[in-house]
């Protein structure tokens, strides 16, 4: 069946710094991807979406890319700030919804 | 102007006992979801109703009984709670059940028992 894996967490960054949570996933077909973002105490949010082969999402920053040979659609930002620190959910949509794992991201002034 | 609502925000309640949760959304959205998310932050899809149809049975006690009244409503009601019941609950709505369309999720009930 579908399913999504994402780096462990936590991860903790130094404010300014490169991030990148990888994300992999097994599927049949050709899903949708998506990463979402949870701040604390907070329901989900979208954060960027892909929805074929090579589409970049990106938004506040945050870029990722559907890459369908390697399966995977790692989240990258440049600089990262301590307003960052959430959950971050990889996930893919194939009939439902499948969540990663999640990683928490921690950023440090 | 919330898109997506919930209620109650937290439950706390004791084993045995039967509770709602209610959730509505006023995005003209045609399908609406309820979603677990366990201690480990891991979330499942739980039901997916389309235009008050259930579409979407996950491997659920029966004891959990979702009602779609109408579009914009979906509730979640659990009977006989159990310890292992303790979560957040989430709910979420889509445009339509295809697969690029983004789903809106709620603030979350976070149901502890007792």
């Known amino acids: 069946g579908n399913s999504v894996t994402q780096m462990e967490g936590p991860v903790t960054l130094s404010e300014e710094a490169f991030l990148t949570i990888n994300c992999t996933y097994t599927?049949?077909?050709?899903?949708?991807l998506f990463w979402y973002v949870q701040y604390p105490g907070e329901g989900l949010q979208l954060l960027l979406k892909?929805?074929?082969?090579?589409d970049k999402g990106s938004n506040k920053g945050f870029e990722a890319t559907y890459r369908k040979e390697t399966t995977s659609f790692h989240l990258e930002k440049g600089s990262v700030q301590v307003s960052d620190s959430a959950v971050y959910f990889c996930?893919?949509?194939?009939?439902?919804?499948?969540f990663g794992q999640g990683t928490e991201l921690s950023v440090k002034p | 102007d919330t898109a997506v609502s919930q209620t109650p925000k937290y439950l706390v309640t004791q084993m045995g006992n039967d509770k709602s949760i209610k959730c509505e959304q006023n995005?003209?959205?045609?399908?609406m979801y309820w979603y677990k998310q366990d201690s480990k932050k891991f979330l499942k899809i739980m039901f997916s109703?389309?235009?008050?149809?259930?579409?979407i049975n996950e491997t659920v006690p029966n004891r959990f009984s979702p009602k779609s009244p109408d579009k914009a409503h979906l509730n979640l009601h659990i009977n006989s709670l159990e310890l292992g019941d303790s979560a957040v609950y989430f709910c979420?709505?889509?445009?339509?059940?295809?697969?690029?369309?983004?789903?809106?999720f709620g603030p979350g009930t976070r149901l502890t028992v007792t």
């Open positions: 599927a049949t077909g050709y899903p949708s």
């Open positions: 995005l003209g959205h045609d399908t």
């Open positions: 892909a929805t074929k082969a090579d």
């Open positions: 996930a893919l949509m194939g009939g439902k919804l499948i």
């Open positions: 979420a709505s889509s445009q339509g059940a295809g697969s690029s369309y983004e789903q809106y």
């Open positions: 109703y389309n235009n008050k149809e259930l579409i």
